[in-house]
Each structure stands twice: as structure tokens, then as C-alpha cells.
């Protein structure tokens, strides 16, 4: 006879059988119905519409919903709502069947007008009259759904994302094509902005083509490094010795001399001598390989790791058998930087891993990771367990008890890949991975704007512990003041998105916060040494805050004010912690920087043409450690090119490649106007106010990578690489082209103070650099950027070129089988051209060249 614990177990397991295996009502089998069977068709039809009355600056897009022949039996009408993300201002919409509401943030619902039916085979068009412009296929969310009272919501089918399996590269099958240029490349005016056509890529490549590289590939380029003749034989193994430094310092570094084919175990001596009294500078070396032996000497572990990284490089491209070399070298910045937004979709830790091992790669030391946004709280906090639990997660919630709203086309049923969160165990090993690669890594929590993760996780446990009568527990992390009657709205369309600054609950959570982060890395045995507030874009809030009357007052009545307290008040409190703290430089350029510590990082992201001069010359006047983070530079969340293929936000740049980032001048600012023209592709000087005073200078660079539209792990390599290579050269070495910074000289385009010839050299040597890399990159798993060919037909015979030397061209006609490009060949009609990466594996995107009319 069975136990009765035992049928205990059963009845318990039959309770908490999942709903899936019980059977569905005829109403949510036929939402699920519908929402598998209706067409969804997203367009931008016109960026230079006649705008509405009353509307300026608009743009026009459609949805196009086909419904199903046959509706499904028992599909209840009333109270059907369909959801998508949109992520620009929708002022208005024209539908004869919908009616239109903004949720919040980009979430939008359509529901039915009154007396309105779904009618089988209809076809409706729902205008969208969007604030702005729509330049790329990047920008529509995908996972449009359908909700219905008591009903679980689903993603309309048609909406999902797919992996395209030649690119491996998500795209949207439901956003129609964008070929109309006049229509849709610009919004008219004074914009010079073109499409780089593969026509106008050809152009624009053929005075830039490279020879393959021959020499030294190290990269970043070394101050100076000297092959010599003969052969050094890396493949029969190598004979560590070591001085002054332990294995595991090193270990990463070793490991992929092995995989370059130097191995352990074998007869050529390698001797690694760290000296602190080393006449080098910090992270510098000397690396020495000749036939008798190699030796490296630096003055720390770090130092000694980017030599055994530099000889791995050079081993790989010489197949194991090199020519003796000597080098000599040292970072030209103390900080060389990548931040990763992982707040507003999620990237895991082994991608974050992998990234880890590329900057190591490329002598980056800086990682920045974005752990907290409107969109997500990324970090487990122990003491706050409802900020993973539910800030991690958008589903549909309207409620948002168990998660967020679902957000830039998260779906609805909070199981996409967007959703997730670093344990305590996952941050502890990415801090462990990057110390032992010389990286340090930089929490950031985006406060007091950019917080509506937290503010709706706080609200959720405020709730939770009133109801069971815990009043006060409640109050202790709430970070709202519930009186406050302001009406506002952030960048992002946001009403509720900003900590209310006026109450010490706030501040309890924000130390609540860095001291579980500080404990985090003394697990990991690497101190906490900089912690990053964001401080940026904060919207009009606590203006009818009675929590912030007498603060307000305090301050003359302004309550624009209050963030600039904030930022000192957390600076101070982080300091007296012996952390540094660091902002962004619009918030933290509006503080007094009498109530300043000295100990400050400030990231300059003002657009070159805009105010980057300004706030980095302002910035590194008050003796702060000044970051370049300018769009110009290093936002690779911008496309690579002016297109409507190419994905990314464009707010700040129609276009940022890696000539582009190559060429730029970090020592001489206003200089770039030679070469950058600004966001409407104008030819424009940059003036040099104020002037940066004579003891000043940066102390290095970083790349950003937003992830608004970066869903998937192959997209979050695809944007950073090559161009991470571009910024990791500019960060490492010098740009000899840059002409010597005099206060007050302003640059005009083409200027002839800045060296164009040694630009041009410089990059064709880069190039040929960076298409060594290229191997090395498919080895370590990174989808790189594969750029598409440049084309054209003239005289009836198709003529290709690459960004990169030694880049495998394919050409088809009339949709038949690809074929390897080899020199002009004869065709008729359009072709089909794309690239293919250095293993063969993946392909560019296609493009279509035409026969000159």
C-alpha cells in the first residue's frame, strides 16, 4: 500500500501540472489563431510627407493587417487589443478601424472604435504619423501581439524575427523594402545625405584600396617594431621561464600563443621578466624574438601579456615560422575603452566572456557595462531580489507585478532572449575573466533618469510588503514620491522613468546598490574601483514633488537643479567609499565642481559638430579624467553607412566606419572637421571654445554599443567589429596626421593642416592589418562585419572592390548560382553582388548593381 506522503507527492504534482498541458478555451484557441494567421506589413512610405495639420517635422509609415479568409469560431471582438513598439513619437494615426494609445515608452495599442468589427479577408492600412524621420529597416520592433481580457496575449506571427542563414544576422521579413532615395534617404532641406550605393561604394573604396599586408600585423600598431631575416620556428613548442610574475597573471596570454601554434613543452626558450623599476611605461614591453630564443620585459603583468599577444598575432599570420622581431611599446591612453548596453536587451555572460578575450586581444582595459535601463535591470542585488525577478523581464503585464511592459518588440510572453539578468556568480566570473586579462570592469546604473526598471521593481515590492502589513519595510527602497502630481516625458517617452531625488530611500538604494556591487568584486578579488551613475538625459520630473518643495526652494525655485545635487550627493557618498564615480558629460557637466571630488570620470558624448568640443575642453579644465565617447568616434550602434540595410539608431551619425574611426584625432578636436562633415553630411568648421588649458589632456577613448535594436549576439558583434579595431588602434597609438592643438584655431573641411598623406598611409597599412586579423577573429567564434562589395557596370562589364584587401567577392545574374569574382568580367543586365568572410562561412548582404544609363 503506498505511503500517504506519497500520495501527497502526486496530488502536489498534479497541482502544479503546467497550464500548457491543460486544455485551452475556444477563446484563447482562437486569439492564438488569429494571431498565426494575420498579415502584418510594416512601411515607411514618405520622410518628407505633407505633414497633418498642427504636425511638424513628421514622417509617414503604414501597418497593413490582411486578415484570415475564415476568422476563428468564437474569437470575442469586444476588448481586442493589438500592441506593437514604436520606437519615434506617434502624434497621430488614421485607421478606419482602430483607435490608437500610447502606453508607455515605445508601447502602443490599437483597439477596436466603437461598433467596429474584424471582417474576414479585409485589408486595413493604419497610417502612422511619426515625429522625426525613418531612415533604416532597423528601426521597427519586431513581436507585435494580441491581448484580450483574461486571455493569454500572443505574438502575431508574422511579426517574429528571423536569422537570415547566409548573413547569420537577424532581419524583419515584415518590413517592407525601402528603394525609394528621394523619398526616404533624408528629410529634405538642407540634408546632403546619399545612400552608399554599391556604385558610390565603389567610389569611395577605390581611393582607399590597400595591399594585403606583408610585414608586421600586429594590431594596435606597436611604437615601433623591426623585422629582421631568417626564421624563428614557433611550431616545435616553446620553453617558458618566468620572473617576477605568476603563471596565472599571464595564463590567458600563453594560452593563445598556443593556439597560434607555440605550444608548452617544447625547446625555443620564451622568458617573461616583469620589473616594476623597468624603465617602461605602465602596460609597456620589449619583445625580442630571435632564432636562440624570445624574451619579453615589462614593467607589470599587463605589460607582459600584450607582448605575449602581439607575438601570437605575428605567429599566427607567419603560420608559426617568423621573421626575428623586435618591438618596443606602450599605450598612447591609460584608458581604452568598450561599454556594452546589456540594460536594454540582454547579452549573456558568455558573450560577455567572449568579448572580454577580443578587448584582451586588441589591448582594450576598460569595460563598461550598462547593467541598469528604463528597460531593464541586468544585476542580481540580494538585497533587492525584485529587481532581477521582475526588472529583468518584459512580458505582458499591464500591472507590471511580475515584469515590465514589453518594450522595443520584447513580445509578450517573456521568454525572448532580450529578457534576462547576471547572477552574483556570472558578474564575479566576468570580473575574474577580465582582471586576469588586465581589464577593469565599470558597473553603471543609470540613474536618476534611465531608472524606470528600478522604479517599477521598487513599486512592485513596495506593494507586495504593504499588502502584508510591512509598512515601513515598504517605505525603505520606495524610490517615488506617490504626492508628486508632475507631468513629464523622457527621450524615450517615458512618464515615470526618473528616481525622485528628494528622499532618502533613494539614497538608501543607491548604496544599497554599489555596496553589493563592491562586494561582488572582493569576491572576485579585484577591488571596485569605478562606479558609473550615468546622469544623463533626465527628464522634467519633481517639479510637484511635496518631497522636493523645500529642496526646490533651495535652489531658487528650480527644480531642473535637483539633478546636479543628486550627482554630488551620490559622488560623495561613492567617494567616501574609495570609489571613483563616473557620469555622462551632459548631467555631470552641470554640477559645482567646488562640491566635486577631485577623482571624477566624465565621458564626453556631445556630437562633434555639435557640443563636444565644449563639454570636453570644459571638462578636462576642472582636472577630470575626460573619456571620449563621441558619437563621431565610437557609437557603433550608428550604422556603418548611410542605408536603409544597415541597422542601428542614427540620431547622431547617418554613418560611422572604420576609416572614420581610424582617422580620428583625439589630441586636436576641432581638427576632425576635416574630416567629418556633421549628421546632414555638410561640410562645416568646428571652432575651438573654450580652449582646452595647457596642462590638460584626456585620458582616453571608448566605444559604445547601445542595444535599442541589437536583439541577438551575432548583431552585437556584427556592429562593433572591425570598428572596435579601428578604436583600439586610435586609443593604442598615435595619429601622426593630427596637427599640433593651438588654443583658439578652428578647422574647416579638407584643411591642409591636418596631413592627408599620412592619413591615406596610415590606413591602407591598417587595412591591410586589420584583413589579418580577419582569420583570427572567425577562429575566435566573432561575426565581424563582412562589408558588401563595391560595384559598378561600365562598359558592359562588372567591376568590384572591398573595404578590405583579400576579401572574397561573389556575383550572380538573374538570381542563378554565385559565382567567385576574379577581374572585370562581361555581364548583361543587373547583378547580384555580396562579400564572403575570410572563412567562407558567411556572407555580406547582397546588393544589386544596375548598368550605367
Known amino acids: 500500500m503506498m505511503q500517504s506522503s506519497g500520495w501527497a507527492m502526486i496530488a502536489a504534482m498534479l497541482v502544479a501540472a503546467p497550464a500548457a498541458a491543460r486544455p485551452e478555451t475556444?477563446?484563447?484557441?482562437?486569439?492564438?489563431?488569429?494571431?498565426?494567421?494575420?498579415?502584418?506589413?510594416?512601411?515607411?512610405?514618405?520622410?518628407?510627407?505633407?505633414?497633418?495639420?498642427?504636425?511638424?517635422?513628421?514622417?509617414?509609415?503604414?501597418?497593413?493587417?490582411?486578415?484570415?479568409?475564415?476568422?476563428?469560431?468564437?474569437?470575442?471582438?469586444?476588448?481586442?487589443?493589438?500592441?506593437?513598439?514604436?520606437?519615434?513619437?506617434?502624434?497621430?494615426?488614421?485607421?478606419?478601424?482602430?483607435?490608437?494609445?500610447?502606453?508607455?515608452?515605445?508601447?502602443?495599442?490599437?483597439?477596436?472604435?466603437?461598433g467596429a468589427v474584424l471582417r474576414p479577408g479585409a485589408t486595413h492600412v493604419v497610417k502612422l504619423w511619426g515625429t522625426g524621420k525613418f531612415f533604416s529597416k532597423a528601426f521597427p520592433m519586431p513581436n507585435a501581439y494580441l491581448a484580450l481580457g483574461g486571455l493569454k496575449a500572443r505574438t502575431i506571427a508574422a511579426t517574429r524575427a528571423k536569422i537570415d542563414p547566409e548573413t547569420g544576422l537577424e532581419i524583419l521579413p515584415f518590413v517592407a523594402p525601402m528603394t525609394d532615395e528621394t523619398k526616404l534617404a533624408t528629410k529634405g532641406g538642407?540634408?546632403?545625405?546619399?545612400?552608399?550605393?554599391?556604385?558610390?561604394?565603389?567610389?569611395?573604396?577605390?581611393?582607399?584600396?590597400?595591399?594585403?599586408?606583408?610585414?608586421?600585423?600586429?594590431?594596435?600598431?606597436?611604437?615601433?617594431?623591426?623585422?629582421?631575416?631568417?626564421?624563428?620556428?614557433?611550431?616545435?613548442?616553446?620553453?617558458?621561464?618566468?620572473?617576477?610574475?605568476?603563471?596565472?597573471?599571464i595564463a590567458p596570454a600563453l594560452a593563445v600563443l598556443a593556439a597560434a601554434g607555440a605550444n608548452e613543452g617544447g625547446r625555443l626558450p620564451l622568458?617573461?621578466?616583469?620589473?616594476?623599476?623597468?624603465?617602461?611605461?605602465?602596460?609597456?614591453?620589449?619583445?625580442?624574438?630571435?632564432?636562440?630564443?624570445?624574451?619579453?620585459?615589462?614593467?607589470?603583468?599587463?605589460?607582459?601579456?600584450?607582448?605575449?599577444?602581439?607575438?601570437?598575432?605575428?605567429?599566427?599570420?607567419?603560420?608559426?615560422?617568423?621573421?626575428?622581431?623586435?618591438?618596443?611599446?606602450?599605450?598612447?591612453?591609460?584608458?581604452?575603452g568598450l561599454h556594452l548596453d546589456v540594460g536594454r536587451n540582454f547579452h549573456s555572460r558568455d558573450e560577455i566572456l567572449k568579448l572580454v578575450e577580443a578587448m584582451a586581444a586588441y589591448k582594450l582595459n576598460k569595460l563598461h557595462l550598462h547593467l541598469a535601463e528604463d528597460e531593464g535591470w541586468r544585476i542580481e542585488i540580494p538585497a533587492l531580489p525584485e529587481l532581477a525577478q521582475i526588472g529583468s523581464k518584459r512580458c505582458h503585464d499591464p500591472e507590471e507585478n511580475i515584469c515590465?511592459?514589453?518594450?522595443?518588440?520584447?513580445?509578450?510572453?517573456?521568454?525572448?532572449?532580450?529578457?534576462?539578468?547576471?547572477?552574483?556568480?556570472?558578474?564575479?566570473?566576468?570580473?575574474?575573466?577580465?582582471?586576469?586579462?588586465?581589464?577593469?570592469?565599470?558597473?553603471?546604473?543609470?540613474?536618476?533618469?534611465?531608472?524606470?526598471?528600478?522604479?517599477?521593481?521598487?513599486?512592485?515590492?513596495?506593494?507586495?510588503?504593504?499588502?502584508?502589513?510591512?509598512?515601513?519595510?515598504?517605505?525603505?527602497?520606495?524610490?517615488?514620491?506617490?504626492?508628486?502630481?508632475?507631468?513629464?516625458?523622457?527621450?524615450?517617452?517615458?512618464?515615470?522613468?526618473?528616481?525622485?531625488?528628494?528622499?532618502?530611500?533613494?539614497?538608501?538604494?543607491?548604496?544599497?546598490?554599489?555596496?553589493?556591487?563592491?562586494?561582488?568584486?572582493?569576491?572576485?578579488?579585484?577591488?571596485?574601483?569605478?562606479?558609473?551613475?550615468?546622469?544623463?538625459?533626465?527628464?522634467?520630473?519633481?517639479?510637484?514633488?511635496?518631497?522636493?518643495?523645500?529642496?526646490?526652494?533651495?535652489?531658487?525655485?528650480?527644480?531642473?537643479?535637483?539633478?546636479s545635487r543628486f550627482i554630488e550627493k551620490v559622488t560623495a557618498n561613492v567617494a567616501a567609499k574609495g570609489i571613483r564615480t563616473g557620469g555622462w558629460s551632459d548631467g555631470m557637466g552641470h554640477t559645482d565642481p567646488a562640491k566635486m571630488p577631485k577623482e571624477v570620470q566624465t565621458n564626453i558624448w556631445g556630437v562633434l559638430h555639435g557640443g563636444a568640443v565644449r563639454e570636453a575642453h570644459d571638462q578636462m579644465n576642472r582636472g577630470w579624467h575626460v573619456v571620449l565617447s563621441i558619437p563621431d568616434l565610437g557609437y557603433f550602434d550608428m550604422p556603418y553607412a548611410p542605408h536603409p540595410d544597415e541597422g542601428g539608431y542614427d540620431w547622431a551619425s547617418r554613418g560611422v566606419d572604420p576609416y572614420q574611426v581610424f582617422g580620428f584625432m583625439p589630441d586636436n578636436l576641432p581638427a576632425n572637421a576635416a574630416t567629418i562633415r556633421n549628421i546632414l553630411a555638410q561640410e562645416k568648421p568646428i571652432e575651438d571654445k573654450?580652449?582646452?588649458?595647457?596642462?590638460?589632456?584626456?585620458?582616453?577613448?571608448?566605444?559604445?554599443?547601445?542595444?535599442?535594436?541589437?536583439?541577438?549576439?551575432?548583431?552585437?558583434?556584427?556592429?562593433?567589429?572591425?570598428?572596435?579595431?579601428?578604436?583600439?588602434?586610435?586609443?593604442?597609438?598615435?595619429?601622426?596626421?593630427?596637427?599640433?592643438?593651438?588654443?583658439?584655431?578652428?578647422?574647416?573641411?579638407?584643411?591642409?593642416?591636418?596631413?592627408?598623406?599620412?592619413?591615406?598611409?596610415?590606413?591602407?597599412?591598417?587595412?591591410?592589418?586589420?584583413?589579418?586579423?580577419?582569420?583570427?577573429?572567425?577562429r575566435a567564434g566573432i561575426a565581424y562585419r563582412v562589408a558588401p562589395p563595391g560595384a559598378r557596370i561600365a562598359g558592359g562589364k562588372l567591376e568590384a572592390n572591398s573595404a578590405f584587401p583579400g576579401t572574397a567577392i561573389e556575383y550572380r545574374t538573374d538570381g542563378g548560382s554565385w559565382t567567385r569574382y576574379a577581374g572585370p568580367v562581361a555581364v548583361t543586365g543587373a547583378v547580384d553582388v555580396r562579400s564572403r568572410s575570410a572563412d567562407g562561412k558567411r556572407a555580406s548582404r547582397t546588393v544589386r548593381v544596375e548598368p550605367a544609363r
Open 26 to 114: 475556444p477563446a484563447q484557441v482562437a486569439l492564438n489563431t488569429l494571431a498565426d494567421t494575420l498579415g502584418y506589413r510594416f512601411a515607411v512610405i514618405d520622410n518628407q510627407p505633407q505633414c497633418p495639420a498642427g504636425q511638424q517635422g513628421c514622417f509617414l509609415s503604414t501597418i497593413t493587417l490582411t486578415l484570415p479568409q475564415a476568422l476563428p469560431a468564437g474569437l470575442p471582438q469586444k476588448g481586442l487589443s493589438l500592441y506593437f513598439s514604436f520606437p519615434t513619437q506617434l502624434p497621430m494615426i488614421e485607421s478606419d478601424l482602430f483607435d490608437h494609445q500610447l502606453i508607455n515608452g515605445d508601447l502602443q495599442r490599437l483597439t477596436l472604435k466603437p
Open 190 to 249: 538642407a540634408d546632403r545625405t546619399r545612400w552608399l550605393t554599391a556604385e558610390r561604394a565603389f567610389t569611395l573604396q577605390a581611393g582607399r584600396e590597400a595591399p594585403a599586408a606583408s610585414g608586421v600585423v600586429i594590431l594596435p600598431k606597436p611604437m615601433k617594431a623591426v623585422q629582421g631575416s631568417g626564421a624563428v620556428d614557433l611550431r616545435g613548442g616553446i620553453a617558458v621561464a618566468l620572473a617576477g610574475v605568476e603563471r596565472d597573471a
Open 271 to 336: 622568458s617573461v621578466r616583469v620589473d616594476p623599476a623597468a624603465k617602461l611605461a605602465g602596460e609597456g614591453y620589449v619583445l625580442d624574438v630571435k632564432p636562440a630564443g624570445i624574451t619579453v620585459t615589462a614593467r607589470d603583468s599587463t605589460g607582459a601579456s600584450h607582448a605575449l599577444r602581439s607575438l601570437a598575432q605575428q605567429a599566427w599570420f607567419e603560420g608559426g615560422s617568423m621573421k626575428p622581431l623586435h618591438v618596443e611599446d606602450a599605450p598612447r591612453y591609460p584608458f581604452r
Open 404 to 563: 515590465l511592459l514589453p518594450q522595443l518588440g520584447a513580445g509578450p510572453d517573456g521568454t525572448s532572449a532580450v529578457n534576462g539578468y547576471l547572477t552574483t556568480a556570472d558578474y564575479v566570473t566576468i570580473v575574474k575573466a577580465a582582471a586576469a586579462r588586465g581589464i577593469e570592469v565599470i558597473p553603471s546604473i543609470d540613474t536618476p533618469g534611465h531608472s524606470r526598471a528600478a522604479v517599477t521593481a521598487m513599486e512592485a515590492r513596495y506593494r507586495r510588503l504593504a499588502a502584508a502589513g510591512k509598512r515601513a519595510e515598504a517605505e525603505a527602497y520606495r524610490l517615488i514620491d506617490p504626492a508628486d502630481q508632475t507631468q513629464y516625458r523622457s527621450i524615450q517617452h517615458y512618464d515615470d522613468n526618473t528616481l525622485n531625488v528628494c528622499l532618502p530611500s533613494t539614497y538608501r538604494f543607491m548604496d544599497t546598490v554599489v555596496d553589493a556591487l563592491a562586494a561582488m568584486h572582493r569576491q572576485a578579488g579585484v577591488p571596485l574601483k569605478t562606479f558609473h551613475l550615468g546622469a544623463d538625459e533626465t527628464a522634467g520630473a519633481w517639479a510637484k514633488s511635496p518631497a522636493c518643495a523645500a529642496m526646490i526652494a533651495a535652489n531658487g525655485g528650480d527644480a531642473t537643479k535637483l539633478t
Open 690 to 778: 573654450p580652449v582646452r588649458d595647457a596642462d590638460r589632456g584626456i585620458a582616453g577613448l571608448q566605444a559604445q554599443l547601445w542595444s535599442e535594436t541589437i536583439r541577438t549576439d551575432a548583431n552585437v558583434e556584427y556592429m562593433l567589429f572591425p570598428r572596435l579595431l579601428a578604436l583600439a588602434e586610435r586609443a593604442w597609438s598615435p595619429a601622426p596626421w593630427t596637427p599640433a592643438y593651438q588654443p583658439g584655431v578652428s578647422y574647416q573641411w579638407q584643411d591642409a593642416r591636418v596631413d592627408q598623406a599620412k592619413l591615406s598611409a596610415g590606413w591602407k597599412d591598417f587595412a591591410g592589418r586589420v584583413a589579418a586579423q580577419f582569420p583570427m577573429l572567425d
